[in-house]
């Protein structure tokens, strides 16, 4: 059972996921222009840890995201479908099926400027879809909010993240008492943008979301490049340095805007 509950599918939705995804609040700008535009992300990725454990879990996700977007506001929904694989002593077990579905919106607070700045907020919810039984989720809600404050500095920009992840107590019908009610989040990230792609870097920080396991300590690499004025994809990089988190994972997706 212990692993059960310390498996990545588990966990609370990550800053990181939070970041790239709030991105699309300016990947259309990035693409179109300043209208407000509908899109469509279709993504896939793969995360690995023990975990601290003896158990290796590999998780294996597909997604797709909807959304409205513009230069100062983007609203979507993400429904994820996994595919979980536990080993431990030579023993293998497999179990699949939806994800936990997530619901964010994103606001940009204060519009850049003449110095480079903006502030931007953001609000999360992840709504208990996926199988508590198959070890696919928590069972639980779990709300977000986030701020990040940015500077743009000519091709460099730097963000600074914070903000707080809570479990739900009204919503609270698992049976597994082994998560958390909290969680903070901080990131450091650094962009730069060459021609019209951007690649940037980041270091995150979040509190424990699981009793008995250290907070997740991560670094991040990921880049946006823009195929079309229509079409986008991106990838990231992910490397885990405490128990807290995965040990690794990558993700690719692909952004279609429509006229």
Avoid at 156 to 163: K, L, N, P, Y
Wanted: aromatic letters at 10%; charged letters at 15%.
């Amino acid at each position: 059972m212990a692993a059960r509950c310390t498996c990545p599918a588990r966990a609370r939705f990550s800053a990181p996921g939070l970041l790239l995804l709030a991105m699309g609040m300016l990947l259309p700008g990035t693409l179109r222009g300043q209208g407000v535009v509908p899109y469509l992300e279709l993504g896939a990725g793969r995360k690995q840890g023990d975990f601290g454990t003896t158990t290796q879990d590999t998780l294996w996700l597909g997604y797709l995201t909807g959304g409205v977007s513009s230069h100062r506001w983007d609203v979507n929904l993400t429904v994820p479908y996994l595919g979980l694989t536990r080993e431990s002593g030579g023993i293998s077990a497999q179990d699949q099926g939806l994800g936990d579905v997530l619901v964010r919106g994103a606001f940009r607070f204060l519009p850049e400027t003449e110095d480079g700045w903006f502030l931007d907020g953001e609000g999360v919810i992840k709504l208990p879809t996926a199988s508590e039984a198959k070890g696919l989720g928590t069972g639980r809600t779990d709300v977000g909010g986030f701020l990040s404050l940015h500077q743009r500095l000519g091709i460099f920009q730097w963000t600074v993240m914070g903000g707080w992840i809570q479990e739900t107590a009204a919503n609270q019908t698992g049976t597994d008492s082994n998560t958390t009610s909290g969680a903070y989040a901080l990131s450091l990230r650094g962009a730069w943008y060459l021609d019209h792609d951007r690649w940037s870097a980041s270091f995150e920080a979040r509190g424990a979301s699981f009793q008995g396991l250290p907070g997740a300590r991560e670094i991040s690499l990921d880049v946006f490049h823009p195929l079309t004025s229509t079409w986008g994809v991106k990838a990231v990089v992910t490397a885990g340095l405490t128990d807290g988190g995965p040990r690794q994972s990558v993700g690719v997706a692909i952004i279609h805007l429509f006229p």
